[in-house]
């Protein structure tokens, strides 16, 4: 007697269990995700034994902070790159910008910027302590900034720019946190990690840190390098202009990537402005004595 038995479907090639390889690269992202948290805790580490006589702590925590840029930068391209892209990474990534490039900086200018102001320098040590209290505010504003510019890019779906130009992954809606973070490590590692002991100084820099956290929450835009495609051809004079760049920064790293920055925060403002005088130039013309008398 033939029993018939039931015939076992074949496994579609999408039902195979990923190859070990592919689950391997999931760890590549996460290397340089777990660097930038280790240079943002490295970053934290450096700015609490900073004095004014130990200025290199402050120089290596801003060291630090730009490594993590490159790391945070990296990170991102190769998820994409390799397809390894995850909720998981993504989340992780997230959580470690709001240490590295918010936590770390905002720590960092405030100690740097006005911890160590001698009360000498200012008409009493009341308007000292003053000067030390409004620091700290705007260190929170810079902290609080970051963290909602963060909560605002994960959950918008193609946000477009009240400037000009078309919405997608060509610009960003407001500076992104690892550049404003840029922009306090390079402004440190500029001046050598001397702290100030100026107030003229210190007040200069209130500023710079307020505006980098408004740029951070604006809606202004920013351009976010991300349409050059590293897997397709590059023509050969940006191989060479990557190379003198690269050859700029690790000879003169101090102008350069305090150019660099303050540049990139710039751009925002330009295209801003450039956007106010093109609103202004295309107003429609004012209506003529017969639509005039035709309106209710």
């Given at each position: ?53 130990r ?46 490039f ?15 102001l ?57 500076m ?13 590692h ?17 500023f ?25 051809r ?63």
């Amino acid at each position: 007697m033939q029993l018939d038995l039931p015939e076992i479907p074949k496994r579609r090639r999408e039902d195979h269990h990923p190859k070990r390889l592919r689950k391997g690269m999931y760890i590549l992202p996460s290397l340089f995700t777990t660097g930038n948290i280790f240079a943002g805790c490295y970053a934290i580490v450096q700015v609490t034994l900073g004095t004014l006589s130990r200025p290199w702590h402050f120089d290596h925590a801003a060291i630090a902070i730009g490594f993590a840029v490159l790391f945070d930068g990296l990170d991102g391209r190769i998820a994409r790159m390799t397809h390894t892209s995850s909720d998981f990474g993504r989340e992780l990534d997230s959580l470690a910008d709001v240490i590295t490039f918010g936590v770390a900086p905002a720590l960092l200018a405030w100690v740097w910027g006005f911890r160590e102001l001698p009360s000498g320098m200012l008409s009493s040590p009341e308007m000292a302590s003053r000067m030390g209290q409004f620091g700290a505010i705007a260190s929170f504003l810079f902290l609080i900034a970051g963290a909602s510019r963060l909560a605002r890019f994960n959950i918008s779906v193609n946000p477009q720019p009240i400037n000009p130009g078309r919405p997608g992954k060509k610009y960003f809606v407001g500076m992104p946190i690892p550049a404003g973070a840029g922009v306090i490590a390079a402004v440190v590692h500029f001046a050598g990690g001397d702290p100030l002991v100026w107030w003229g100084s210190a007040v200069t820099w209130m500023f710079i840190v307020v505006a980098t956290a408004y740029f951070m929450v604006s809606t202004w835009r920013f351009y976010s390098f991300k349409d050059i495609d590293l897997r397709t051809r590059q023509p050969f004079r940006l191989i060479v202009l990557l190379g003198l760049l690269f050859a700029a920064v690790w000879f003169f790293s101090r102008p350069v990537l305090f150019v660099l920055a303050l540049t990139y925060m710039a751009s925002g403002v330009l295209w801003r402005l450039l956007w106010i005088f093109k609103r202004k130039g295309n107003r429609p013309p004012p209506p003529t004595y017969k639509e005039a008398a035709q309106t209710p």
